[in-house]
């Protein structure tokens, strides 16, 4: 569908090798996608949540006649032409009314996508106006069993925090940490997957609050953190799930070579607890040895006997040249 | 002076959080998952909108106290984001540790080209690039700063900083100037 791309100069090329598969990936992008029948309460939503997501994020305009569920090849389109890979799609209807489709993708083609009908929504601008630089990290806790125990819940943490976590960094100011996320779900969720009855599921609670820290008296290296509540304020219904392909999601959560924790060879830690390692020495041909250039070894008088033991030491600090089999020998290092 | 005793009651306040089950944690994304129990009788009520919200505020504060704790835990690294860069010099940074978090790639793994034509042959004859020159700029740890190889001001031609006593310098010798030019008693015949 997409015609292949020849890059024609140095900033196209660049452009096109961001897009390309990485072994450290860029950090994920995101639409936000009208239906045709959004309403401004879902429009209003989505912006909301976008402004979390900003400069990463992208709103369309213009109303799309699209049923994620039914077919979803629209929405991969959008994905691969603005090299998107979450999607929030907005819409309303008697049935589903005020309702945020979330999709995810993998190579442009939808990997898992669910449904939630917003039961209310309190926005931005209704609270205390306290800015939040954008781009900035914020802290994210998901508190319910549920988000361990029920798979679709599983599914809504995991895509919560592929959206809201920003991009991925080391080093970390404290004075970044600004806002925190909680995303609250109550219930013990022992209610069957495959019951189909989405009533029974508890909603979700999503609340953002700015953080305030105060000196302790208590402990000095620590501080007191109190919170305000900055908004959105969302509380979800989970509606119609479709999870991921297994082997997609295979594909999706491969991990590149370079990425995967190397294993030290020849380092072992012994049983008082001292590293221990193998140092591979190559084999000494004695027949070829140099002992014409060794002071230790040359015949002395009698009364030089005493010096004699120290002619053994000049062997261990021999360079070895050839190395035709591996010799061991083990040092211990502190 | 109201808000000023309200900062001292706030900070008389507890630092710490109990849990019944242990909280895990995700530095790397600044994340933690709770699953302890919540008071579903707040949560199930309706109409009590403002006691479920200060519930789910003093929830969301406990988390936050929480993933601070174990944030400020983090070894700290003085002299800004790339530890040293003089750009990034203020600002207490934190060293995150990698995410723990196993959330799906956006694209597949890269797959490694195949060598060109070029390539394979360098391979097999075993033919590197050739050395680049690195430019005229070394950097002196000594000094902490980078300082030229040659040229003018360059590191070549810094005096050394540990000099011998010369005897006969220090009695007072003629000075080579002096000498120039005189030959050595030359008797001109």
Redesign the interface.
């Known amino acids: 569908m997409m015609r292949i791309l020849k890059p024609r100069n140095a900033r196209s090329k660049r452009a096109l090798d961001n897009r ?4 450290v ?2 950090t ?1 992008k995101a639409l936000t996608v009208r239906g045709s029948t959004c309403s401004v309460l879902v429009q209003n939503a989505m912006t909301d949540i976008a402004s979390y997501k900003q400069p990463d994020v992208k709103k369309f305009q213009k109303k799309n006649e699209i049923h994620p569920f039914e077919d979803a090849s629209s929405l991969e389109f959008f994905s691969q032409k603005n090299d998107a ?1 979450l999607i929030i799609f907005g819409s309303h209807s008697k049935k589903r009314p005020n309702t945020l489709t979330w999709l ?4 442009y083609q939808a ?1 898992d996508m669910f449904e939630l009908k917003i039961l209310n929504h309190k926005a931005i601008s209704e609270f205390k106006k306290l800015t939040i630089n954008i781009g900035m ?9 549920i ?2 125990s029920h798979p679709h819940f599983q599914m809504v ?2 895509m919560f ?2 959206f809201f ?1 920003g991009e ?8 970044g ?1 600004q806002y ?1 996320i ?1 995303v ?1 779900a ?3 969720g022992n209610i069957s997957v495959y019951s189909g009855d989405t009533s029974g599921l ?1 909603s979700i ?1 999503f ?1 953002v ?1 700015k ?1 305030k ?7 000095e ?7 305000e ?1 900055i908004g959105p304020r969302f509380d979800f219904q989970l509606g119609r799930v479709r999870e ?1 392909d297994p082997d997609m ?1 295979k ?6 070579k370079e990425l995967q924790p190397k294993a030290k060879k020849n380092v072992e830690t012994d049983l008082l607890g001292d590293k221990v390692a193998t140092i591979h020495v190559g084999k000494q041909d004695l027949m070829k040895l140099q002992t014409r250039k060794m002071k230790g070894l040359k015949k002395r008088g009698k009364d030089e006997f005493a010096g004699e033991g120290n002619g053994d030491n000049e062997f261990e600090d021999v360079i070895v040249s050839d190395e035709e089999q591996p010799k061991k020998r083990k040092r211990h290092i502190k | 002076m109201s808000e000023s005793m309200k900062i001292q009651s706030i900070g008389d306040r507890p630092v710490t959080v109990e849990r019944a089950i242990p909280v895990t944690y995700d530095l790397g994304n600044l994340t933690m998952y709770d699953t302890n129990m919540m008071d579903s009788q707040i949560m199930s009520s309706t109409g009590e909108e403002e006691a479920k919200e200060a519930y789910l505020q003093s929830l969301a504060r406990d988390s936050a106290q929480l993933l601070v704790n174990q944030i400020l835990a983090l070894p700290v690294v003085t002299g800004g984001r790339t530890g040293g860069d003089v750009n990034h010099n203020d600002g207490v940074f934190v060293k995150l540790p990698d995410p723990t978090t196993q959330l799906p790639r956006e694209k597949p793994v890269p797959v490694p080209k195949p060598l060109t034509k070029w390539e394979k042959f360098a391979k097999q004859k075993g033919i590197t690039p050739k050395a680049r020159n690195t430019g005229n700029m070394v950097y002196d740890e000594a000094k902490g700063e980078w300082v030229k190889k040659w040229g003018y001001k360059g590191k070549n031609q810094e005096e050394p900083w540990l000099v011998e006593v010369d005897e006969k310098a220090e009695s007072g010798g003629t000075a080579e100037s002096e000498n120039k030019g005189k030959g050595k008693n030359k008797s001109r015949k």
Do not use: C, H
């Open positions: 390309a598969s990485k072994v990936e860029n994920k890979s995810r993708t993998f190579n990997l990290k914020p802290m994210i806790s998901f508190v319910g069993p988000f361990d943490k995991s925090l592929d976590r991925q960094i080391s080093m970390l100011d404290l004075a940490l925190i909680s609250t109550s219930g013990d508890p609670n609340r609050y953080i820290t105060y000196k302790s008296k208590k402990q290296k620590v501080p007191r953190v109190e919170l509540e991921a999601m594909q999706a959560m491969k991990i590149p």
